[in-house]
């Protein structure tokens, strides 16, 4: 028997037993001959201790041992006299009677420990290793929880787990597909799926009323650091359902899971349509653990893009013209920071090189200081008074001893550089606790979006989203101003998931390909087969799929990224640095699939 309990397993209860474990060597070490060992398995370390005066056979062969060799060790279990309470096992300590090598190792790249002194694409090569690392086992175990909980919430509420294949027809959900060469059918091919979107519509129009799948998705885009070409949704839909249902149904989901694995009673979901979103935090996923809510000094609202550009409509600006900056650009709004007045020049200049940075792209950053005594001081003392500057100061309820920081410039990127600095000053004053959880329904988003490059509108969400009834004369002639059935959840700054509505029918779904501008043939080709089911008594549905990874991380309150929770992640490249892939492939394989 190679062992009788876990590395984790014993206590001083224990105590004269005679047991068999077996692990890795964890630690070594040696006090003069007497040596200690840390054998380590998933469940816990346990120390091992070979006394030459116990057996002096047994002390030699253990000082041959190396980090990370496999054992097998028979002894008794004993009271430590130096007992380590920072471990479930540290009362107790095995006198050890047999030694079995399993296997040796060789020496490992980098060390396994909590903190490894091993860079990224060390770990990434050596996956195997760095996932015997305390944290990473925690999380992948951590994650098999959260799919338990899950899936017994799922089940109780009557959905049904249904597969969906792999190698489809490209549906396009706002990604690249990663294709597939058909050895059979030479010069065509699958396209693997960006989600099993139109699959679960269509076992909706069979039926099956109540489906979800934990299941993987393929994107091919441009990786950031919290993206993986192939991640995991909670994928679900519902039929008979409108929107309220659906929300419901899913924060009950939400809030299951985090009192399960994390002992949480998550409050009732607060919603915020997409408009406000964008307006007092310039992102469709705010971060509502702080307010620091965008003042507006100027905002105009675009016109829709598909006419005159969209100028200053509704345009407002509360202090006199002289600033040039202000006075020409679309919009100015700022953030006031709660007792930031006693920055330094360093400090100030640290953020406006923050905006300034290439991806935020802001010309600059004004700001204004309330200071203890009453009076301002500003970046822009020249061109406002003491007066002026106090009423803009009362405009963002700022105090003494506040700091407030406004941006100006063209709507999308200034909302865009003061959402990100927010998010800062939010870091900045510890205001984003990763152990605060504020969930958050994001509604009524636009039904499309405009491509600059291509001239043409693309869904937002994706293209079997429906729109609310009162707009639907809109989506001819005014499309920008459609709003869609759409949903986002949202925790902490990052959308865990989104779903929406369905359309159901054959005519709206060509409206809304033909809002795409796609012809009928286009369509057709692309999408006959849906729009051929929606003929046959489709019933109205909706529903949403969740980013699992990500809920893992942020059920975790990791938060740092997907990767800890994949266990067999690609780096930025899309690179699987373990396997070397992706990888050329052989003539004859090429040939075979006519490439
Ligand atoms: N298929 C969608 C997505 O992957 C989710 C949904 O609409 O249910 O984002």
Same mark, same amino acid.
């Given at each position: ?67 990370? !060799? ?20 540290? %009362?107790?300590?095995? *006198?050890?009677?047999?030694?079995? &090598? ?9 060390? *396994? ?21 305390? #944290? ?32 489809? /027809? ?9 294709? &597939?060469?058909?050895?059979?059918? #030479? ?63 899913? %924060?009950?989901?939400?809030?299951? &899971? !985090?009192?399960? &694995? ?6 009732? !979901? ?87 940075? #290439? ?109 609310? /009834? ?30 929406? *509505? ?82 050329? *492939?052989?003539?004859?394989? /090429? ?5």
């Amino acid at each position: 028997m190679y062992r009788t309990h876990t590395c984790g397993e014993l206590r001083l209860e224990h105590a004269g037993n005679t047991v068999t474990l077996a692990g890795w060597v964890h630690r070594i070490r040696d006090f003069g001959g007497m040596n200690f060992i840390d054998l380590r398995d998933r469940y816990g370390i346990t120390q091992l201790v070979f006394n030459p005066e116990h057996n002096d056979a047994l002390a030699q062969s253990a000082s041959q041992l190396g980090r990370e !060799f496999v054992i097998a060790v028979k002894g008794k279990v004993v009271e430590r006299s130096n007992k380590n309470l920072q471990i479930p096992t540290g %009362e107790i300590e095995i *006198i050890v009677d047999e030694l079995n &090598v399993l296997n040796a190792s060789i020496t490992p790249p980098f060390t *396994i420990e909590d903190d490894t002194d091993g860079g990224d694409d060390l770990r990434m090569k050596y996956r195997y290793l760095d996932l015997r690392r305390n #944290p990473l086992q925690q999380n992948l175990l951590k994650r098999h929880e959260v799919a338990k909980a899950v899936r017994a919430y799922m089940d109780a509420q009557g959905f049904a787990d249904v597969e969906t294949p792999f190698f489809i /027809k490209s549906t396009p959900e706002g990604a690249r597909d990663f294709v &597939v060469p058909s050895r059979l059918n #030479p010069g065509q091919f699958y396209a693997l799926p960006q989600s099993p979107q139109t699959f679960k519509q269509l076992l909706m129009v069979s039926g099956f009323d109540r489906y979800y799948q934990i299941v993987r998705c393929f994107r091919d885009e441009d990786l950031r650091a919290d993206r993986q070409p192939e991640f995991t949704q909670i994928d679900c839909e519902m039929a008979f359902v409108e929107r309220e249902d659906v929300l419901q149904m899913f %924060e009950g989901l939400v809030k299951n &899971v !985090f009192k399960k &694995v994390k002992g949480i009673e998550l409050p009732e !979901f607060p919603r915020m349509s997409y408009d406000d979103a964008m307006l007092f935090y310039g992102n469709d996923k705010p971060d509502i653990r702080f307010a620091m809510k965008f003042v507006a000094l100027r905002e105009s609202t675009p016109l829709s893009l598909g006419e005159g550009q969209g100028v200053r409509k509704n345009s407002v600006m509360i202090f006199p013209t002289g600033f040039k900056v202000f006075d020409d650009a679309e919009t100015v709004i700022g953030i006031c920071a709660t007792g930031c007045a006693e920055y330094s020049r360093k400090q100030l200049d640290e953020l406006t090189e923050f905006v300034k940075r #290439p991806q935020l792209g802001a010309n600059g950053l004004v700001y204004i200081k309330c200071n203890a005594d009453g009076t301002f001081k500003s970046s822009v003392d020249k061109f406002y008074s003491q007066e002026d500057l106090k009423n803009i100061a009362e405009k963002f309820s700022a105090k003494a001893g506040d700091l407030i920081l406004i941006l100006a410039g063209e709507t999308a990127r200034t909302r865009k550089a003061l959402s990100e600095l927010r998010l800062e000053m939010g870091n900045r004053l510890g205001l984003r606790s990763k152990e605060e959880f504020k969930p958050l329904w994001v509604l009524d988003f636009p039904l499309l979006e405009f491509d600059e490059e291509e001239k043409r509108w693309n869904a937002m969400h994706h293209p079997f989203t429906s729109w609310r /009834k009162e707009d639907d004369a809109l989506l001819e002639t005014d499309p920008g101003k459609v709003k869609a059935n759409a949903y986002d959840i949202v925790m902490n700054g990052v959308e865990l998931g989104g779903g929406s *509505i369905r359309i159901h029918n054959r005519k709206n779904q060509e409206r809304m390909f033909s809002a795409l501008g796609m012809s009928k043939e286009q369509y057709d080709y692309k999408f006959g087969f849906i729009l051929n089911a929606f003929e046959y008594g489709t019933p109205p549905h909706g529903g949403i799929a969740f980013g699992f990874d990500r809920f893992c991380s942020m059920v975790t309150a990791n938060q740092e990224g997907i990767r800890d929770f994949i266990a067999f992640p690609k780096n930025n490249m899309g690179r699987d640095m373990m396997l070397d892939a992706p990888s050329d *492939i052989d003539e004859k394989q /090429k040939k075979e699939l006519g490439l």
